[in-house]
Nanobody
Framework: QVQLVESGGGSVQAGGSLRLSCAAS????????MGWYRQAPGSQRELAAV???????NYRDSVKGRFTISRDNAKNTVYLQMNSLKPEDTGVYYC?????????????WGQGTQVTVSS
């Protein structure tokens, strides 16, 4: 089992910045992809950004150039730096981690952290 603990959410005005952090508890299996998903009220949960264990990244188009995902494998921590925030970035942000062990893939989720961007 892997527990994910998020921090860093809050309320900012449009154009502001926030940095989210997500620390994973010690895992007996290697953590591969780590990512951030978000869910706006009344909407489906969507991928914002993902980073592989070797540092490759992928972003949804609407956050490219504004968000930066990074990770520290030694600390099992993933970060999301969010700049030039827009009201449409508002939502609950969930950390996600994938492990592979015994031929099985397991997906874990954090509890979510609220991000509110006002115009």
């Amino acid at each position: 089992q892997v527990q994910l603990v998020e921090s860093g959410g809050g309320s900012v005005q449009a154009g502001g910045s926030l940095r989210l952090s997500c620390a994973a508890s010690r895992s007996n299996t290697a953590i591969y992809d780590m990512g951030w998903y978000r869910q706006a009220p009344g909407s489906q949960r969507e991928l914002a950004a993902v980073v592989t264990r070797d540092g490759s990244t992928n972003y949804r188009d609407s956050v490219k150039g504004r968000f930066t995902i990074s990770r520290d494998n030694a600390k099992n921590t993933v970060y999301l730096q969010m700049n030039s925030l827009k009201p449409e970035d508002t939502g609950v942000y969930y950390c996600n981690a994938e492990t592979v062990g015994g031929g099985a893939v397991s997906i874990y989720w954090g509890q979510g952290t609220q991000v509110t961007v006002s115009s």
